[in-house]
């Protein structure tokens, strides 16, 4: 995980978005071959669609699109960072198990994450 990050802070890296489990959190989560992973269910899926409507309201966001590929530039990470914030894009987290936890985090500025 934190190769990843650094290759995202150092703006070495792609980011391809595609739908359930990114390269951070699949091999934690599931078996490569695993098709029962609970990353493939359709309420992660239906999470994924969720989070990418409420990103086509605005325009800075225009390449958050499944089948993707983009760099994550600081103004880009900011920009998603005040978004979020306003509750503007969590329609997908209502419900889920990290909802609080992500919000105190988001209220206090992000300190101690490892995405600059």
Known sequence: MTDI???INQGEADIYLDYGADAI?????????DTTCDCLESRI???DNQALADFERFP???LFKIGNR???TKALINRMRDVYKTQ???TACKGCEWYDLCTEISQNGY????LK
């Open 60 to 62: 800075e966001f225009a």
């Open 5 to 7: 990050l650094e290759q």
């Open 25 to 33: 959190c699949a091999p934690r989560l599931c078996d490569k071959d």
């Open 88 to 90: 503007s894009i969590r």
């Open 45 to 47: 899926t239906d999470r």
């Open 111 to 114: 300190k101690g994450t490892l």
């Open 70 to 72: 983009f760099r994550l």
